[in-house]
């Protein structure tokens, strides 16, 4: 089955614990993307990837990391997560950047203590 | 800077009635504009997408159109039941074609 996953789904964590969220695609796309969503503000993208080591900032960066070492996999970092970083985070992964259908990991709550 | 403006924020609606929602972008270089709607607990998923070069598109109750002079774009509902029930995004391609630009969303409630 074509999908996106993600782990951990639910996470709770304090100020400054460096964390970890994976997200892994089986249908060999080439763009992958990460958004966070906020009530009232949508999808936000943070960072997106147009192929293995090639990694670019997108609308919200700050204080977060990305990495793609491989196609399928594209992490998300929190080197040092803070209160206002508690947000619904999707991971989408499409065959190429804006003209493409994203399809959309199941998202990862994420609240900051 | 680019964006997409979405409204309403929220619409409620009968079963069996139609429901329209709306977006408009900054950006005349946009265009791909997809529609996607989440269900709760889930990843936003395509419902219906439209390019540039055509001016309305439908699938079964769901229609999109694009008027390019104005830069809007509408979906449209027909036929409306409680399993439609959600939250709808639209987006817009960025200038740069490397990303899409979210509307805020609307909650879509259809009640029976």
């Known amino acids: 089955e074509a999908q996106v996953t993600q782990n951990p789904r639910y996470l709770i964590t304090v100020t400054g614990k460096k964390l970890t969220v994976t997200c892994s695609q089986n249908m060999n796309h080439e763009y992958m993307s990460w958004y966070r969503q906020d009530p009232g503000l949508g999808l936000r993208q943070i960072y997106y990837s147009m192929n293995v080591e090639v990694t670019d900032k997108g609308d919200v960066p700050e204080g977060y990391k990305v990495s793609r070492k491989e196609k399928r996999n594209f992490p998300l970092i929190l080197e040092s997560p803070s209160p206002n970083q508690t947000s619904l985070y999707f991971c989408?992964?499409?065959f190429g950047p804006g003209g493409y259908e994203q399809y959309f990991g199941p998202g990862t709550r994420l609240t900051v203590t | 800077g680019e964006n997409v403006e979405q409204h309403p924020s929220t619409l409620s609606v009968q079963e069996g009635d139609s429901a329209v929602i709306k977006c408009t972008y900054s950006d005349s270089a946009s265009n791909y504009f997809p529609w996607y709607k989440q269900e709760l607990g889930k990843g936003p998923q395509l419902i219906i997408d439209i390019r540039s070069n055509v001016g309305e598109k439908k699938d079964q109750r769901i229609a999109v159109t694009l008027n390019k002079t104005a830069k809007h774009f509408s979906l449209h509902i027909t036929e409306t039941q409680p399993e439609d029930s959600a939250v709808y995004f639209c987006?817009?391609?960025?200038?740069?074609?490397?990303?899409?630009?979210f509307g805020k969303g609307t909650t879509l409630s259809v009640s029976s």
């Open positions: 987006a817009a391609s960025n200038q740069a074609g490397t990303a899409l630009i």
């Open positions: 989408a992964s499409s």
